[in-house]
């Protein structure tokens, strides 16, 4: 469903179905066991757990409309989706977690501006949390040609009223595309960057959506790749403790991606790392990674 955008071109509101009750903040909570789909050799699956709360984030989306469930379409009924522009975690402690561990997932999700809504998701075991994730999304429906390389924004009628001011991490998605950051996770991004690449072909069965569009939670995926590539054997069982990846493009099936190892830094104990995330065949940017890992 959720994807990373591509180029922007701000579109015509599209009608929704008429809501009901319109909620301006709209939350929800899951508890589960956790078993092998949801772990890793670290701990909590980063992967699954993306993919999770991009569900909870769009069905919160459709709670949020009065809907059923999130069949958002224009008018000529092509569907619109809510790409990821942004996503961060903090405090997490993934690798404290483990099997038959029962986790919590406290959801809540606000409109942030005409196209944008942000979603905030705790993770809690027996009432403490290990973990915080915030995803920022923009309305998006497909360009004409079907290419993946460009989609087009949209403002959903149907919600409630924007009252919220951008989040933090909208605002540095805006400014890092805007080269208005000089700074970011202690990496200076006027610096000159590394020499570091790395090659993944994506696998269509794998890597991309029901949609037809690379997932945003494989663009972690790869990033993932990349630090084993270059890093990896230093730290066989490195776990996520902060990340933020702003999305930029998508590729079509059979597009490679080519995964730049900008700058690296080891303390003690941890290993940060920035990444940029580029198409192959053009070079096109399509997502600004900055993580922090536990080694």
Known sequence: MNRPLGPLELDEAIPAAAPGRLARQVTGEVSLILGMPQLSLAGLSESWLLKELGHRHWMLLAEMAGRAVPDFRDGDGAPVYAAFCALSVTQAAFDSLGENDRLVIRSSLRRISRTQCASRHRLLRQGVCLGEVELVSV????????????????????????????????????????ARLDTHFGFDLASPEGEGRFEIDPCPAQDFNGAGFLYFSSFVGFLDRAEWHFDGRRAPRAVTRRREVFFHG??????RIVVRWLAARRGEGVLLHRCR???????????????????
């Open 139 to 178: 309305f998006v429906r497909r360009s004409s040609g079907g290419s993946n390389h460009a989609v087009a924004r949209v403002a959903l009628d149907g919600f409630p009223p924007v009252i919220d001011a951008p989040s933090e991490l909208a605002t540095r998605a805006a400014d890092l595309r805007a």
């Open 250 to 255: 998508n590729v079509d099936p059979g597009e």
């Open 277 to 295: 995330l580029e198409r192959a065949s053009d070079g096109a940017r399509l997502a600004d990674a900055f993580t922090e890992r536990a080694v």
